[in-house]
């Protein structure tokens, strides 16, 4: 757990409420938490809703894990603490730009539960969607878009999840989305759906 180290600080409450920027953006600010191993296809799924929202009018923003690592998290390595240190960062992050009436999308492997429950515990109830975009280990080593899976069986990177550090799957997930049966398309059109049944976006607007 972090410990507040800085004292003598007050939380400064100012007038424009969330409700207030949700009204403005017509949708409301929540907070779709993507996890999964490497390679199942998170920052893809990710992308592609937040490409499929812009075309309808909606605003949304992607926090991708390498794109994090390499400024807000960049003296972060992938120690079980460190990677409780990135979670805390972006669930915090992510937690400010919901409150902002944005609807964020965080794409990390994020594999220890508890992390992840913390970083539901930020923000109010149906305002963390956590998303298992869940893949078999064996296709996900066949993706291996970076080379990462085959450098870790020959024990080049180490604690690497999946093979060498483990991988804790949601209990209850709000979505599940099986890449190795959806394609892009069909997984992108999963979390539309579901936004347009939550109520967080309108189905009517274009």
Do not use: C
Not at 5 to 27: C, F, M, P, Y
Not at 59 to 73: A, E, K, M
Not at 173 to 201: A, N, Y
């Amino acid at each position: 757990m972090t410990k507040q180290k800085a004292t003598n600080i007050s939380w400064h409450k100012g007038e424009v409420t969330k409700e207030d920027r949700e009204r403005l953006l017509q949708q409301k600010g929540v907070v779709l938490w993507f996890t999964g191993l490497s390679g199942s296809g998170k920052s893809t799924i990710a992308h592609a809703v937040e490409e499929r929202l812009f075309q309808r009018g909606f605003l949304s923003f992607v926090l991708d894990g390498d794109n994090i690592r390499h400024g807000l998290n960049k003296n972060l390595g992938f120690s079980p603490e460190d990677r409780e240190e990135n979670i805390r960062r972006i669930g915090e992050v992510a937690h400010l730009f919901a409150q902002s009436g944005i609807i964020t999308m965080t794409a990390f492997i994020s594999p220890y539960r508890a992390d992840r429950d913390r970083a539901r515990q930020l923000l109010a109830e149906k305002e963390f969607i956590e998303i298992l975009v869940k893949v078999p280990l064996d296709l996900a080593e066949q993706r291996d878009p970076k080379g990462l899976y085959k450098k870790a069986r020959q024990g080049e990177i180490k604690e690497f999840t999946g093979i060498s550090a483990p991988y804790e799957d949601p209990l209850h997930p709000e979505l599940i989305i099986d890449t190795g049966e959806k394609d892009i398309q069909e997984s992108r059109d999963m979390v539309i759906s579901f936004l347009e049944e939550q109520g967080i976006i309108s189905p009517n607007k274009q």
